[in-house]
């Protein structure tokens, strides 16, 4: 998705240098750093709201002009600085941070969503606490895309209650948005601009914006301050995705399958941002394909299937997940017949075994014993012995398949 800027660089470029002359700087190269006050220009409010949103822009409709933008920044400079801030850096007053506080960020009751008569969201409750990270998962269809525009204030709904930060989406004004931090699964920051520049920008539109290169730190970029944003790898690109959506210094991130695409180490990499922003307070709205992505993440879970919440809970509880029995399977030495097993396990053998046991208990840690007794015992070995609960990924795919 292109974020339009109606001015260009170039024209953006030579602001800069009249700002630098004016306060007495030499030049203007990919290595300076940008002014945080006093002379950065005024730039124009990305067109496209979801866009917008993306990189982490407050936006409100384009047909109110630049005047009723979201935190727009004044036509002599950036955004004011918060009272109480540090005036050199834009040090935002802290909004506080640890672990949830059980306080509701989002509440949702009776959530429905129709177009052309068939029901997207067919009547969910959900409730998402201060400080936690909460998973919402789905199959393609589900209406999770539905929801979150609609909890983001981009799309209206058909009927339910919404508050979010303590508003309704759909009548919040710009103090609002400034609170909440948006990455979409694409976005397309401006190629010429540097890194550093870009974020720069951006820090602009918002009233108390983070500093810029604390904020860099955050995401691990830091080092590539100065490389032009056309130039960066996917997963470099992805980094700058959610630092432009933390400059605001949100209280709330969606962040929609933000490793989509990633290779294993990259994703990990992502996964140690993600939960670095749970440790500043912040509250991270997660929509992912990724089973392992969610349990390494999140606090709590909800499954969305034919728009309808059918189990929410914890990576280790979801659908009923810790209660669900073990099943010990192993293959029988050459000769041994399955009923020479000690009972207790063929009694926790459904089926007929043949040379694959599978047994299933509720209790593995006796059968294992009784086990490892009768092989020791025969000098037997069982070298594919395993155990194994249902993961994550069983228990969703059990969940949407029994809703369809």
């Known amino acids: 998705m292109a974020i339009i800027i109606s001015k260009s660089i170039a024209g953006?470029?030579?602001r800069r240098r009249a700002a630098a002359a004016a306060t007495g700087e030499q030049r203007l190269s990919p290595d300076d750093p940008p002014r945080t006050q006093g002379g950065r220009p005024g730039t124009p409010q990305p067109t496209d709201a979801r866009a917008a949103a993306s990189v982490g822009v407050p936006h409100t409709p384009v047909r109110?002009?630049?005047?009723?933008?979201?935190?727009?920044?004044?036509?002599?400079?950036?955004?004011?600085?918060?009272?109480?801030?540090?005036?050199e850096t834009g040090t935002p007053v802290p909004h506080g941070s640890g672990r949830s506080s059980g306080l509701p960020v989002i509440e949702v009751r009776g959530l429905r969503k129709s177009y052309d008569g068939v029901e997207a969201v067919a009547g969910i409750d959900l409730e998402v606490r201060s400080g936690?990270?909460?998973a919402f998962l789905g199959p393609n269809g589900a209406g999770k895309t539905t929801t979150v525009e609609i909890l983001e204030g981009y799309r209206r709904r058909t009927a339910g209650e919404i508050s979010v930060?303590?508003?309704?989406p759909a009548g919040a004004g710009r103090d609002w948005r400034a609170r909440i931090g948006v990455v979409l699964q694409e976005?397309?920051?401006?190629?010429?601009?540097?890194?550093?520049?870009?974020?720069?920008?951006?820090?602009?539109?918002?009233?108390r914006p983070r500093p810029v290169g604390q904020t860099l730190e955050l995401v691990g970029l830091a080092d590539r301050r100065s490389v032009r944003c056309g130039r960066m790898s996917g997963g470099q690109r992805r980094r700058l995705d959610v630092a432009l959506a933390l400059i605001g210094d949100p209280e709330l991130i969606f962040l929609d399958e933000p490793t989509t695409g990633f290779d294993p180490a990259a994703r990990k990499s992502a996964w140690d941002v993600i939960a670095g922003l749970r440790d500043l307070g912040k509250t991270i709205f997660l929509t992912t394909h990724y089973m392992e992505e969610a349990e390494y993440l999140a606090d709590r879970i909800a499954v969305l299937a034919a728009g309808r919440i059918v189990a929410e809970g914890t990576a280790a509880t979801l659908g009923g997940r810790d209660t669900e029995a073990a099943v010990v399977s192993f293959t029988l030495p050459p000769g041994v017949p399955?009923?020479?097993l000690p009972p207790l396990v063929t009694a926790a053998v459904t089926d007929d075994p043949g040379h694959q046991v599978a047994a299933r208990t509720p209790s593995p840690l006796p059968l294992l014993g009784a086990l490892a007794g009768w092989a020791e015992a025969r000098g037997l070995d069982l070298p594919d012995l395993q155990v194994h609960?249902?993961?994550?990924?069983?228990?969703y795919l059990q969940l949407t398949r029994e809703s369809r």
Do not use: M, N
């Open 338 to 340: 399955a009923a020479d």
């Open 165 to 168: 930060l303590g508003a309704d």
């Open 389 to 395: 609960r249902p993961t994550l990924e069983d228990v």
């Open 12 to 14: 953006y470029r030579r």
């Open 64 to 87: 109110e002009g630049p005047a009723g933008t979201a935190a727009a920044p004044r036509p002599d400079g950036p955004a004011k600085v918060a009272e109480g801030a540090s005036r």
């Open 187 to 207: 976005s397309q920051p401006e190629d010429e601009l540097s890194v550093e520049e870009c974020l720069s920008l951006y820090a602009g539109y918002y009233p």
């Open 132 to 134: 936690e990270v909460f």
